[in-house]
Each structure stands twice: as C-alpha cells, then as structure tokens.
T-cell receptor, first 117, second 109 residues
Framework: GAVVSQHPSWVICKSGTSVKIECRSL??????MFWYRQFPKQSLMLMAT?????????EQGVEKDKFLINHASLTLSTLTVTSAHPEDSSFYIC?????????????FGPGTRLTVT | GQQVMQIPQYQHVQEGEDFTTYCNSS?????IQWYKQRPGGHPVFLIQ?????EVKKQKRLTFQFGEAKKNSSLHITATQTTDVGTYFC?????????FGQGTELSVKP
C-alpha cells in the first residue's frame, strides 16, 4: 500500500521556538494532504487541508499564523508550529490522499510527538 | 458543524467475549472508514465502506454501513488480547475525513 512518512517522529523544544514537521508521500503523488492533532486519550482533530500549490484551508479555531502549512510539491507538505507553547504539545499526524479509480484513499503518517517545555 | 459521534467511549471485555462500537453522523456520509490505534501508535486503516447497507468482514471483524449512510458499526467476535486499542470511525464529508471520538477496547485475559 501507499506509504506516508513524517519527520521527525518526536521533538522536544523550548517555549517560544518554532518547529517544522515534514510529511512525505513516498510512492505516490498527493494533491491533497491533511494535518491532524491528537491530544492524549482524545480523537484526531482536523487542523487544515493542504492543496499543492495553493494556500491551506484551516478548520475553525485553528490559528493559521501559528500553524504554517506549506505544500510546495506533490509529495511534501510541512507544518511549522511557530512560537510554540506548552499547550501546543500534542501528537501531530499528517495524511495524504490519493485517487484510485473513482475512489479517494487516504493514508496516514506515523505521527510526530511534540513536547514543548 | 460536522460531527461523527461514537459510542461507547470505553469497553472492557473478557477475552473471548464479543465487542461492538457504534458510529453515528448528523449528516449523510460519502463513505465511512475504520481505523485502529494501538497505545503510542498512529491510526492504522482497517476498511472503507461506501455503499448503503454494505457489510464487510475481515476474519473476526464485521463492519456495517447503515442504509441511510449515517451510521456504522464494527463488531469483533471472540475478542483476543491482540485486539486491544482504540477503534475510530471516520466519515467522509465534503472531502474531509471527520473522526469519531473513538472506543478504547481493553481485553482481560
């Protein structure tokens, strides 16, 4: 099946710094990628939808100036958490969508665990 | 807003017992997907249901999609300790995958 990778798998940063997370579709081109956030014992919450070559669409309540998303190519999307604070500590998961015939299939990356101290 | 409700939140069963989790959407879904997440891991895709009334089986797992495409269920027959984890349904609405709250399954040997 299709593979989506994320880097780094975990990161610890100090409050006030910025962190960049990469999401790559390894063996397919993804015109659309999604970024999710998951707090402990909670579900995945969609943060934004990223389309290659255009601006990301953010879900209600997600600050676009704090969570910068760039989808510069068909295989790479990045999420930058700017001026991170402890409340941004979470599990960030990306997902890439591929069209297979008439159906869209969505594949998830392994996630990035961010801890802000 | 778009919501996918999932119950129960937790389920503790004895090994060998059956388990069912239910998913309900306020709006019609294009399709519904099921994922399993082990503690510390990421969601792993299990299956996708597209057609109204569809039923699919994967060994001990049975997935159903309601006639109105608003609800779905996952049933595990004779649970094993390897079934432990959180099961999420996710409905496709307007091109976006919206996740239910998940059902955490624990299995006592």
């Amino acid at each position: 099946g299709a593979v989506v990778s994320q880097h780094p798998s975990w990161v610890i940063c100090k409050s006030g710094t910025s962190v960049k997370i990469e999401c790559r579709s390894l063996d397919f081109q993804a015109t659309t990628m999604f970024w999710y956030r998951q707090f402990p014992k909670q579900s995945l919450m969609l943060m934004a939808t990223s389309n290659e070559g255009s601006k990301a669409t953010y879900e209600q309540g997600v600050e676009k100036d704090k969570f910068l998303i760039n989808h510069a190519s068909l295989t790479l999307s990045t999420l930058t958490v700017t001026s991170a604070h402890p409340e941004d500590s979470s599990f960030y998961i990306c997902s890439a969508r591929q069209r297979v015939g008439r159906v869209y299939e969505q594949y998830f990356g392994p996630g990035t665990r961010l801890t802000v101290t | 807003g778009q919501q996918v409700m999932q119950i129960p939140q937790y389920q503790h069963v004895q090994e060998g017992e059956d388990f069912t989790t239910y998913c309900n959407s306020s709006t019609t879904l294009s399709n519904i997907q099921w994922y399993k997440q082990r503690p510390g891991g990421h969601p792993v895709f299990l299956i996708q249901l597209v057609k109204s009334g569809e039923v699919k089986k994967q060994k001990r797992l049975t997935f159903q999609f309601g006639e109105a495409k608003k609800n779905s269920s996952l049933h595990i027959t004779a649970t094993q300790t390897t079934d432990v984890g959180t099961y999420f349904c996710a409905g496709l609405q307007g091109g976006k995958l919206i996740f239910g709250q998940g059902t955490e399954l624990s299995v006592k040997p």
